[in-house]
């Protein structure tokens, strides 16, 4: 199943500039995600990370990975918040053109937590790999 621009926004809290996932291409709900990062030269941290010689930076695809990972849970009204990256692997580079592949399989549902594989991949070459744990908290809490 593909999930349109508009779900995504229902069950991810981000928005612009921090919304990662631009598009869901397969969701098999509780066991596995694809989805894309259209990386654009308009994305503000390519500013800084380097003015020269854009490279996106590696905590941002961290990001869009754990973004991506968290659509594949459904919490209901609860929200999917970070709770642990373990294992994570840089191997390549992401520069603004790139279109990255985001994939996560679940390892672990519980009630209040979940965890994933991830990877993302750029024209078929992997660049990250991780895997990540998520709490489902009430909204609102502090």
Not at 19 to 27: C, E, G, H, I, T
Request: proline content about 5%; glycine content about 8%.
């Amino acid at each position: 199943m593909s999930v349109s621009t508009s779900e995504i926004m229902q069950r991810l809290p981000h928005r612009y500039p921090f919304l990662m996932v631009d598009r869901v291409d397969a969701l098999a709900s509780g066991v596995s995600i694809a989805a894309v990062k259209n990386v654009t030269a308009n994305e503000p941290y390519f500013t800084g990370h380097f003015p020269e010689n854009p490279i996106m930076p590696g905590v941002m695809i961290v990001e869009a990975l754990a973004q991506a990972g968290g659509l594949l849970f459904d919490i209901g009204e609860r929200l999917c918040v970070l709770a642990r990256i373990d294992n994570v692997k840089f191997r390549g580079i992401v520069r603004p053109g790139d279109q990255m592949i985001l994939e996560a399989e679940a390892l672990a549902t519980m009630s209040a937590m979940g965890k994933v594989r991830s990877k993302a991949s750029v024209e078929g070459r992997i660049v990250v790999t991780a895997e990540i744990t998520y709490s489902f908290i009430e909204r609102g809490i502090k």
